[in-house]
């Protein structure tokens, strides 16, 4: 059992107003980094509008046990995240705010778990500490906002470990109070982590028995780890994640080949999907994910070195938070499949390190952390003065300026990057990391203010809503693509509730059909007409001069890659 001295938080109790200052910054902090403009843009990449087509469909079909695309069965990922979806569709109507909201509630209650293990293991000033550092990582925000699978089974799986921690004894628990018995934490972790194989698949078991197992075997404490083979935690994993399985199966014989051997072990053992990384692919990965705060893993990790691991009390559960952030990493290290979102389920160990961390030095005058700040206010002051030198450059940017509001996030990252700076100078090390987490809130609602610049020339929604606003007749029965890459494809699919065929010079019966910006002249030549826009969408239409004359409009072009290949990988 692990219990931390919280003397510390005597003397720095907070007066009512301090309190609900904290309670206003860590509220608005929530809320701006997780909920604010989810629709900010378009669907972006292949996953986003498949995996709102497949919510949409069950919506529509009433059918919530075979996720379907395009009308067959679809099994790259299990339903938890669909089944979230099309809740959120009932609720709020089709949009990308709703597709997205799934995630964005994944990563709030992922959050307040572990602020609730923070509260018990290292105090309340760490719990508040976690609660404004893990909201306002790169990671967190990001997917928080994408429509895709990651952190709903990064937020599952976060909490499954919570539970765990509290198997293990890591938590401090009241003698009389009922959940604190075994039997109530066994059912709880067997169920997020049945939650967890719903939302991505099996891999939530390896990952969590994984890091089980190692912290077993470094701290010999295999009675405390068996306590997670409760007989009311398999009882639990096994009615929460079995029957999907059992009826999907049922209704579809190749369910488990699909699933199974091609979407799970293939994916990790071949490099058929083509996401081959390097070994070392993570270490980047987890900087930018943890940014602004990645520098703060310095600290955290100098209390491996520091500390007695025979006698110190705090050894196992520092231990447990260090092998639950290390082993998804090196898990997937190994993988010949390497995306971004594997690293997600390491992001909260590692804030709840951070934090720790923060709260120690930040509570001592003498041991403030001075050169983090310092670091962190640096790379945000390069950060902007590199975003100003570059906007020019952006392709898809119509300006550079005050109208798009890029002016705005880097003259913000600057003088922020120069505040926390100072402060850190100063040695107000309490003042810096506040002014960190404001600056950085700041930020992301700058960002979301300036995404929709961005939209059409990352996403297929704006060319699709240009076309209907400029051509009322347009009928997406007639519409064509022609040589658009993946993204775009589904894209255009997902927003015309079809999947629009490829088009062939020899068929006059198309009137529209799509094309990339590089593809314009080869369309010319081929007879087309492409109608231009006074923005410049990725996805330009064109008209089929076969079936329909020559039409006039204003001017524009935009971006794209040919790619023939439109199977899903």
């Known amino acids: ?11 720095h109790s907070a007066s009512l107003a301090a309190r609900l200052a904290w309670i206003f910054l860590i509220l608005a902090t929530l809320y701006l980094c997780y909920f604010h403009n989810l629709g900010a843009i378009g669907f972006v990449g292949p996953d986003e509008p498949r995996y709102a087509w497949i919510a949409r469909d069950m919506v529509e079909t009433g059918d919530w046990v075979t996720p379907r695309l395009y009308g067959k069965p679809w099994f790259e990922k299990p339903p938890l995240y669909y089944w979230g979806a099309a809740l959120s569709f009932k609720l709020f109507g089709v949009s990308e705010a709703a597709a997205r909201f799934p995630s964005a509630l994944s990563a709030l209650f992922a959050t307040l778990a572990m602020a609730w293990l923070a509260w018990r293991v290292y105090g309340a000033q760490t719990a508040r500490w976690l609660l404004l550092l893990l909201p306002t990582t790169v990671g967190m925000i990001g997917f928080s906002h994408a429509a895709a699978t990651d952190m709903p089974f990064a937020g599952t799986l976060t909490i499954a470990m919570v539970f765990a921690a509290r198997l293990l004894g890591l938590v401090p628990e009241s003698s009389t109070s009922f959940t604190s018995s075994t039997s109530f934490n066994s059912f709880f972790f067997g169920f997020f982590l049945g939650l967890a194989v719903l939302a991505k698949g099996p891999a939530a078991i390896i990952l969590v028995g994984g890091a089980v197992l190692l912290w077993a075997i470094f701290t010999s404490r295999w009675r405390d780890a068996f306590r997670c083979l409760h007989p009311v935690a398999i009882a639990s994993f096994c009615l929460t994640a079995l029957p999907w399985y059992i009826l999907c ?11 199974i051997i091609e979407h799970n072990f293939k994916r990790y053992f071949t490099p058929e999907f083509q996401h081959i990384q390097p070994f070392w692919f993570y270490i980047p990965v987890i900087l930018v994910a943890l940014f602004p705060w990645s520098i703060f893993l310095v600290p955290s990790s100098q209390r491996a070195f520091t500390t007695d691991r025979k006698s110190h009390p705090e050894w196992a559960l520092f231990l447990f938070f260090v092998l639950w952030a290390a082993f998804p990493l090196l898990f997937f290290s190994i993988s010949k499949s390497k995306l971004p979102g594997y690293a997600l389920p390491s992001l909260p160990p590692l804030g709840m390190l951070i934090a720790s961390a923060v709260t120690k030095q930040s509570l001592q005058r003498e041991s403030s952390p001075r050169w983090p700040l310092l670091f962190t206010g640096a790379a945000l002051l390069l950060f902007g003065l590199g975003l100003q030198r570059q906007s020019g450059k952006i392709p898809i940017l119509l300006c550079a300026g005050p109208v798009c509001g890029i002016t705005r996030i880097w003259l913000l990252a600057v003088a922020g990057g120069i505040a926390v700076a100072v402060l850190a100078l100063l040695r107000r090390a309490r003042l810096a990391l506040i002014a960190l987490v404001c600056v950085t809130v700041f930020l992301v609602v700058e ?55 490829e088009w062939q010079p020899q068929d006059p019966q198309s009137v529209w059909v799509f094309v990339a910006k590089d593809n314009v002249k080869a369309a010319g030549v081929l007879g087309l007409e492409c109608v231009k826009f006074a923005v410049y969408p990725a996805v330009i239409p064109c008209r089929n001069s076969a079936s329909v004359g020559g039409l006039s409009a204003p001017g524009g072009s935009g971006g794209g890659e040919r790619r023939s290949d439109r199977q899903p990988r």
């Open 447 to 501: 960002i979301d203010r300036f995404l929709p610049n961005l939209d059409p020339g990352i996403s297929a929604r704006d060319a699709t809503q240009a076309v209907r606003n400029v051509w009322p007749d347009f009928s997406s029965e007639k519409a064509t693509i022609w040589h658009l890459n993946r993204p775009f494809v589904y894209q255009l699919n997902f927003y015309f509730r079809r999947d629009l065929p």
């Open 1 to 11: 059992m692990t219990q931390t001295d919280n003397s510390l938080l005597d003397s």
């Open 249 to 259: 199966a049922r209704r579809n014989p190749d369910f488990f080949r699909i699933f």
